[in-house]
């Protein structure tokens, strides 16, 4: 294997992880991995507590990620920026219904902030800069509208995961039941405006591409089998599955 692509791969991967890059990822992948025991031990009880505690790791992770490579104070600002930004978003949608449909969040994810949970502007975090690093290695570059539009498609991809799921489990409502599994088309179309307008204005700088990259391809993984095999949510599992993968294929392809 040594001098194969995909050792070649490896060591890239390796390379730029940091000691606590390592421990941040293992404990990421622990909270998600217990999801489903917690679920069955505790009950629905705990999913909001379980699903907190995997998108409070894994934000922390990508923002350890972006802190080595830009250094500390970019990448937190980088980073809180992204939470911000999605916030204002996120409270302007569940107040007014745009950009992504009429909608409301229920009780069960806390604390909240404007009627927003905290932990929704963290999920927008972990997630678009490893949609960056997807843009990144299809194109070569972190700049240009064609990196903001491919990176809005990455992080929209993982959204055809995450909605559904997050309805049938009664974390947020929408006001009309829409045809994509009760999510209305018009969420997506939000998620994939918003995402390319965060990217333009934030214009992110060369990323760490090997790490993002793994932690995009690793949450793929998680979804599919969590919601094929777990969450018995066949029909986005597999489209999830098919856009996502898509991603992971066409950025490995061009590394």
């Known amino acids: 294997m040594t001098g194969s692509p995909v050792a070649l791969h490896v060591d890239r991967l390796l390379a730029e992880l940091q000691p606590l890059t390592v421990v941040l990822l293992v404990l990421w992948l622990v909270t998600m991995i217990s999801l489903p025991i917690v679920r069955r031990v505790a009950g629905k009880s705990a999913e909001p507590a379980a699903i907190s505690a995997g998108v409070v790791m894994q934000s922390l992770l990508v923002l350890t990620v972006l802190s080595v490579q830009w250094g500390f104070v970019r990448g937190v600002s980088t980073g809180l920026a992204v939470a911000l930004l999605a916030w204002v978003v996120e409270y302007s949608g569940s107040r007014t219904g745009f950009p992504f449909g009429g909608y409301i969040y229920t009780e069960r994810l806390q604390p909240q902030l404007g009627h927003v949970p905290v932990v929704v502007p963290l999920a927008w975090l972990m997630m678009l800069p490893p949609s960056w690093a997807i843009a990144q290695a299809i194109l070569g570059t972190s700049s240009g509208l064609a990196f903001a539009l491919i990176a809005a498609a990455a992080f929209t991809a993982w959204d055809l995961f995450l909605d559904p799921q997050m309805v049938t489990w009664g974390l947020w409502r929408w006001q009309r039941r829409g045809r994509y599994f009760g999510v209305p088309l ?4 939000g998620w994939f405006v918003v995402a390319a307008l965060m990217t333009a204005v934030l214009q992110p700088p060369e990323l760490p ?10 949450m793929w993984i998680l979804e599919t ?3 094929l095999v777990f969450w018995n949510l066949r029909g986005p599992g597999m489209i999830g599955a098919l856009a996502m993968g898509a991603a992971v294929v066409a950025a490995t392809l061009q590394l």
């Open 225 to 227: 089998i969590a919601q």
């Open 209 to 218: 591409l090997y790490p993002l990259l793994f932690i995009y391809a690793l």
């Open 186 to 189: 018009t969420n997506y179309l």
